[in-house]
């Protein structure tokens, strides 16, 4: 099995992030650090969104609602038990990371159900795909 950094490491976090916008990679100028409150050691960068880019964001969402809204219900149930399927492959990649980012045991983020908490997301947030 593999170390907490070793999972981190294939996170691949030093590649850096981006925002998708308008189905478009952005990267803004400025970046803030994510730094792991237990270790105090920088995870990554993420960029830093400016008001601009924000409301780009915000608008291209908007634009993009309308075309959501016309799929219709079976096949929107479809496309998000996919996407939460592919969650829950990658939950264990999901849980080191979160702990990272927040500084906590593993083994305690494991007990509190992470794990869990992406496959109840659904019902969590009033999605319910059965």
């Known amino acids: 099995m593999d170390t907490i950094d070793e999972k981190l490491k294939k996170a691949k976090l030093e590649h850096g992030f981006y925002n998708i916008i308008d189905g478009k990679r952005v990267f803004g100028g400025k970046t803030l650090s994510v730094v792991n409150p237990a270790t105090g050691k920088q995870l990554a960068t993420v960029p830093d969104v400016d008001h601009t880019l924000l409301d780009k ?69 009033g999605i319910y795909l059965s």
């Open 57 to 125: 964001a915000v608008s291209a969402a908007q634009r993009a609602f309308s075309g959501w809204r016309a799929v219709p219900i079976s096949q929107r149930k479809v496309i998000l038990t996919s996407l939460l399927n592919r969650m829950n492959d990658h939950a264990e990649e999901l849980i080191v990371l979160l702990t990272a980012e927040q500084g906590g045991p593993l083994a305690i983020a494991r007990l509190r159900g992470l794990r869990q908490s992406v496959s109840s997301a659904p019902s969590a947030h």
